[in-house]
C-alpha cells in the first residue's frame, strides 16, 4: 500500500498538485521497505514551497532510513536530490562533495538511469567549480 500511495502521489506532484505523501507514511507504520523512498519524494515533491533547511532534514531523513538498510541505490537516490538541493542554494563545492562520496562507492551499475543522473549533476556541479577559480 505504501509503495502504490507514493507512486499516485509522484503522479500529483508531477500535475502541479500538493501530494498526500503524509498518508503514504502513515498508512502502515510496520512497512519500513518503502521509507527511504516516500521520503525521499517528499523532499522532491515540497520543492519551493518548504525552506531549504527543512527539504535538507527531509532528505537527510531519507539517506538515514537508506544506510540503515543497506539500500545503496536508495541512498544514491537521495543524496542526489540533497546534492540538488545545495546547488540550487549556491552550495556548490558542499553538493560535489557530498554527491560524490556515494557515487564513488559503485563500481558497476553506471548504466543505471540514477548513476547517470548522479554524474551528470557531477559534472555540472564541477564545472561550477572551475568557473569559480577562473
Known sequence: ?????????????????????EKALEVNLGERFWRPETVRIRGNCCSKRVAPTRRKRIFARSIVLARRMGAKAWEMRATTGLARLLRDTDRHTEAQATLA?????????FDTADLKDAKALLGELSSYGQSEMG
Open 101 to 109: 562520496d556515494i557515487y564513488n562507492w559503485f563500481t558497476e551499475g
Open 1 to 21: 500500500m505504501t509503495l502504490h500511495l507514493t507512486w499516485f502521489a509522484a503522479a500529483q506532484a508531477l500535475e502541479g498538485k500538493v501530494p498526500g505523501l
